[in-house]
T-cell receptor
Framework: NAGVTQTPKFRVLKTGQSMTLLCAQDMNHEYMYWYRQDPGMGLRLIHYSVGEGTTAKGEVPDGYNVSRLKKQNFLLGLESAAPSQTSVYFC???????????FGPGTRLTVL | GENVEQHPSTLSVQEGDSAVIKCTYSDSASNYFPWYKQELGKGPQLIIDIRSNVGEKKDQRIAVTLNKTAKHFSLHITETQPEDSAVYFCAASRYMEYGNKLVFGAGTILRVKS
């Protein structure tokens, strides 16, 4: 049981490039979340999903898109990366009926 | 929307001493308050949580207290050890149509000196 895994662990992009971050969970959780973590600002919710095929905007969704084609995977896309998107990205999941969110190890993204 | 403030931003204590981290929230409808510990290079991990119908909860050396009237909650760590050194985040949420959404404080860097 691997829990929540994230791919890749590190990535450096140039401004304007695109990329997709992958989150996978093997706990059969319905809910999945994408957060970004910036110094002095805690974690801020980007997008979330309440189940396969459904997504919704969080606190800071601009510049990101997401997809949940399979229950176990939640993808975060950056179509045209900007330096302001330099951050550490965390994925989390939780089961229906519980409040605890389980976090992945994070992806450190640098946009030059 | 909800706003969570966390203090202090940095806390240094001597091994064996107690550490207290405080958070305030703005939304009186918030009813779930977790605390997460984040070690270097890892994702946050839940260490303790409390719901609005409870004033205090304890788990070995860790306790959380909640004052709904004042809208603040605190994390207490007793007999601190070097392995307690980490970043601690508080969060608040309330149930909404699509389940709870956590709003996090900015974090506290705890250093335990041996």
């Amino acid at each position: 049981n691997a829990g929540v895994t994230q791919t890749p662990k590190f990535r450096v992009l140039k401004t304007g490039q695109s990329m997709t971050l992958l989150c996978a969970q093997d706990m059969n959780h319905e809910y999945m979340y994408w957060y970004r973590q910036d110094p002095g600002m805690g974690l801020r919710l980007i997008h979330y999903s309440v189940g396969e095929g459904t997504t919704a905007k969080g606190e800071v969704p601009d510049g990101y898109n997401v997809s949940r084609l399979k229950k176990q995977n939640f993808l975060l896309g950056l179509e045209s990366a900007a330096p302001s998107q330099t951050s550490v990205y965390f994925c989390a999941s939780r089961p229906t009926g519980a409040d605890t969110q389980y976090f992945g190890p994070g992806t450190r993204l640098t946009v030059l | 929307g909800e706003n969570v403030e966390q203090h202090p931003s940095t806390l240094s204590v001597q091994e064996g001493d107690s550490a207290v981290i405080k958070c305030t929230y703005s939304d009186s409808a918030s009813n779930y308050f977790p605390w997460y510990k984040q070690e270097l290079g890892k994702g946050p991990q839940l260490i303790i949580d409390i719901r609005s119908n409870v004033g205090e909860k304890k788990d070995q050396r860790i306790a959380v207290t909640l004052n709904k009237t004042a809208k603040h909650f605190s994390l207490h760590i007793t007999e601190t050890q070097p392995e307690d050194s980490a970043v601690y985040f508080c969060a608040a949420s309330r149930y909404m149509e699509y389940g709870n959404k956590l709003v996090f404080g900015a974090g506290t860097i705890l250093r335990v000196k041996s």
